[in-house]
């Protein structure tokens, strides 16, 4: 079966980023085009779109190509998706020895949170999520949390599509929802009080490093358990346990270099 061109062109434009590696950094129109068995002139016009759009640099004016600013800044994003589950274990293990409550570690992805580590509590009745378990951005602490960061665009974009009311309490009102997310950039922590489930309380906070927010940390519990008090200490802990992650991550490149 024939592949419909736009399929074919990406197809392309994958092998072109394959064939670099450590040994051929570089590569010129005429040899990769024999090394990919493709039209010199295809390998031209994807070589030239690729460099428009920053995945590829041109070397020199007529040299070779090199691959692009954009891979780097993808590659930093995925490298600080890794790293934040390994070092925010250990904060992870202590909110929960204090809480005695659920916490969660949680990503941005595709418009909404995606947690990517949990200790659950090990209290008889609890809250209980899962990893890879998605929650909304307007509905859930996770997603308020790094909705509230995301690019202006971003936040349009999400807002834009129509808002589910899970709960009762559920907010869908563009202008609340608006001004809750200023009010978490400046308090850097979002709260969803029964808002995705009934009798569920969840409090988050963002982690930043180096100018991005790169995933929230949260304590869920029943929230008939979570007083006012509670919360209060909830947000104290996350704020500082977040702060004290990103301030690690940060350290993290200077530990792998030794340096």
């Given amino acids: 079966m024939t592949q419909p061109r736009q399929v074919m062109a990406a197809r392309r434009a994958l092998d072109v980023l394959s064939a670099y590696s ?4 570089e590569w010129g129109v005429t040899e990769l085009s024999v090394h990919l068995g493709i039209h010199k002139s295809t390998v031209s016009r994807l070589l030239t779109t690729m460099e428009e759009a920053g995945f590829l640099r041109r070397v020199s004016k007529n040299g070779p190509y090199a691959l692009g600013p954009r ?3 993808m590659a930093s994003l995925v490298l600080a998706r890794l790293d934040v589950r390994a070092i925010a274990r250990p904060w992870l293990e202590e909110l929960s020895r204090i809480s005695q409550e659920t916490v969660n570690l949680a990503i941005w992805d595709q418009n909404e949170a995606v947690n990517v580590d949990q200790i659950a509590s090990t209290q008889p ?11 909304p951005a307007h509905a859930s602490s996770t997603g308020k949390a790094l ?8 936040v349009d974009r999400v807002l834009s599509r129509p808002l589910t009311a899970f709960t009762k309490a559920t907010l869908t009102d563009l202008g609340r929802i608006r001004q809750e997310l200023s009010s978490i950039r400046e308090c850097g922590y979002a709260i969803a009080e029964d808002e995705f489930q009934d009798g569920v309380t969840a409090v ?55 340096s």
């Fill in 22 to 25: 450590a040994e051929h950094s």
């Fill in 71 to 73: 891979l780097l800044e």
């Fill in 125 to 135: 009745i609890l809250y209980m999520g899962w990893i890879g378990r998605r929650t």
């Fill in 147 to 154: 909705l509230a960061f995301q690019p202006p665009e971003v």
């Fill in 204 to 258: 988050a906070a963002p982690i930043h490093t180096s100018g991005m927010t790169v995933a929230v940390i949260s304590i869920s519990a029943p929230t008939y358990r979570t007083t006012r008090q509670r919360k209060g200490q909830f947000v104290q802990l996350l704020t500082t346990a977040s702060r004290e992650i990103g301030q690690r991550m940060e350290m993290a490149p200077r530990w792998a270099t030794g």
